[in-house]
């Protein structure tokens, strides 16, 4: 291996890097496999803007379903899309479908439930990423040590 205190420590950040995505991917992935059944949403939904700037807005919505004749609730943020201004965000909740919405809950435990069921692509791949570039640079010192001169 090779020496050098620099690269030493930037082995050691890029290792950290990849334990942080690594473990974000996992988390994100756990909470996608555990919600394994649906069902429907059984009143209207209660939408609500939140203000994280002052021209960063989300939406979120508060839901209710039906498991075994009792009534869960449910939250579900849409942190993705973001509108400038709160009139912009309200806007959006008034031409939303108002058809039914599938809701998808863990079947042990329906108090963890979401209205978006999607795989953690870009936290995967990332992960993925930067494992293979550690795996390269270790490799690369590994290399350049063995055949300096």
Known sequence: ????????????????????YSGMAL?????Y????NQTFV??????NVIQHAEDDF?????YKFPIHEKTYEGT???PKEHYLNQWAAEE????????KWKVWYDQSNPNHSSLEKQFPYKESISAAILWALFLYFLWLGYYVTKYKT
């Open 76 to 78: 579900t943020a849409w």
């Open 27 to 31: 988390y994100h992935y756990y909470s």
């Open 92 to 99: 959006r909740t008034k031409h939303t479908p108002s058809g």
């Open 58 to 62: 989300t939406l979120e919505a508060k």
């Open 1 to 20: 291996m090779h020496k050098n205190i620099f690269w030493q420590a930037f082995l050691a950040i890029l290792f950290c890097a990849n334990i942080g």
């Open 42 to 47: 059984i009143s209207s939904m209660n939408w």
């Open 33 to 36: 496999q555990r919600l394994t």
